[in-house]
């Protein structure tokens, strides 16, 4: 008698170690499935953060926006100016991102004080118009902010700092180096002017923002 009643409980036992087997399996595919929606969903965020990044880069406190204007892709931004005693905003449009210029532009030293500024320049880089460009953004930004930006070329560094002297000159890298108190090599490779110049540009506005919000 005691036989067949432990017949008869086998296959009941059997069952239940199926269902578990069972459950175990939907289990692991369960958290399988949960662990690829939650690479998929981390994935997209780091992408959309990375997207949102390279279209609205930042630097010195100032936002760039990705602007496309025809064919030419601008980073836009406006800084701050004090016209009749008043801040207004002033904008900017630059051709090269302010992240790849960071990156691919070195820049030794700092901006001290925005004085006057004499610029110089060695050779004349017939690069389709990126040197009257160049030039043109540098002295509309000098302007903006109430200075002059003048080419002299019997100026020099002056060592006492009084006004500011750059030097737009050929070099093996596009670069920018303070070499007096407030001098400054733009050094250009090939046709880069409007990376150096640029360059120098971002290291302005960080400079005007950072006086004026400091």
Known sequence: MAEKEKKKREPKEEKSLDLKKDRK?????????????????????????????????????????AVQQGQILFYHT???????????????????????????VPFKGEIGSI?????????????????????ANM???????????IRDENASCDPSGRYTYIVVQPGEKTSVEQVGPSCYNINIKDCEILKGTERYILEMLAKVHSDIYS
């Open 115 to 135: 004085t006057n500024t004499v610029i110089n320049i060695t050779k004349e880089f017939d690069c389709n118009g990126d040197q009257v460009i160049a030039i």
């Open 78 to 104: 406006t800084f701050p100016v004090i016209y009749k005693g008043n801040i207004s905003e002033y904008n900017i449009y630059l051709r090269n991102s302010p992240k790849d210029l960071k990156k691919e």
């Open 25 to 65: 399996k939907e289990n692991k595919i369960l958290k399988i499935v949960l662990l690829f929606i939650g690479i998929f969903f981390l994935v997209l965020i780091i992408s959309f953060v990375v997207m949102r990044n390279s279209s609205h880069p930042k630097y010195g406190g100032l936002t760039f926006n």
């Open 139 to 149: 002295v509309n930004l000098y302007g903006a902010i109430g200075n002059k930006l």
